[in-house]
């Protein structure tokens, strides 16, 4: 119902930049926010960086100041631009959508995931 398809990553020394790139399948105007996760070292999926419909952002402590999340509704398109980035940030980033559906029924669309390496 939602795809998602990422892209933008790569390998970038430590204190580069890369910025990645998720093409959604439908208009921005129906999803209610999107945004990145990554996985943790419980290999959980941990947020990154959100932005809601409304332009509400919302980032990870660990990513405030280097990391800055976008949409362009026209492109049907979210960006993370990432700055100063750090070992730590090497993950798979898995671009979501958030769907409400009749009533409060909410869905979640992921991306096959794009690959972030940063070397020391």
Do not use: H
């Not at 932005?51 to 979210?78: E, H, L, M, P, Q």
Request: proline letters at 2%; glycine letters at 10%; hydrophobic letters at 30%.
């Amino acid at each position: 119902q939602v795809q998602l398809v990422e892209s933008g990553g790569g390998l970038v020394q430590t204190g580069g930049s890369l910025t990645l790139s998720c093409v959604a399948s439908r208009t921005m105007f129906s999803i209610d926010s999107m945004g990145w996760y990554r996985p943790t070292p419980g290999k959980q999926r941990e947020l990154v960086a959100t932005v809601t419909s409304g332009g509400t952002t919302n980032y990870a402590d660990s990513v405030k100041g280097r990391f800055t999340i976008s949409r362009d509704n026209a492109k049907n398109t979210v960006y993370l631009q990432m700055n100063n980035l750090q070992p730590e940030d090497t993950a798979v980033y898995y671009c979501t959508a958030r769907v409400y559906y009749t009533g409060t029924t909410k869905v979640d669309y992921w991306g096959q995931g794009t690959q972030v390496t940063v070397s020391s």
